[in-house]
């Protein structure tokens, strides 16, 4: 079993640059890969950013230049770091990690981009 917990969200202005946070309760090394997800009001989870255990990392174009997904395996946290936040940011994060053949997620974390 893996559980996730997101943290990082809330109330952003637009152009801001908050950071997503998610903690793993094993060794991340140990996953096969990590992401983030987001879901809007009314729309389908969608793909933001991947990390494999190997480092590589994949984006969706919509946040490809703006969005970086990192690692510490110390603190075993997985990192989104979002800059240049527009209102269509707007959604509730996910974390989530293949472990196992399954895939884990976070509670969510809900970022709201408005002046």
């Known amino acids: 079993q893996v559980y996730l917990v997101d943290s990082g969200g809330g109330l952003v202005q637009p152009g801001g640059s908050p950071r997503l946070s998610c903690v793993v309760s094993?060794?991340?090394?140990?996953?096969?890969?990590m992401g983030w997800y987001r879901q809007a009001q009314g729309k389908q989870r969608e793909l933001v950013a991947t990390?494999?255990?190997?480092?590589?990392?994949h984006y969706a174009d919509s946040v490809k230049g703006r969005f970086t997904i990192s690692r510490d395996n110390r603190k075993n946290t997985v990192y989104l770091q979002m800059n240049s936040l527009k209102p269509e940011d707007t959604a509730v994060y996910y974390c989530?990690?293949?472990?196992?053949?399954?895939?884990?997620w976070g509670q969510g974390t809900q970022v709201t981009v408005s002046s």
């Open positions: 990390l494999s255990s190997g480092g590589s990392t």
């Open positions: 989530n990690g293949a472990y196992g053949l399954r895939l884990y």
């Open positions: 094993r060794s991340i090394s140990s996953i096969d890969a």
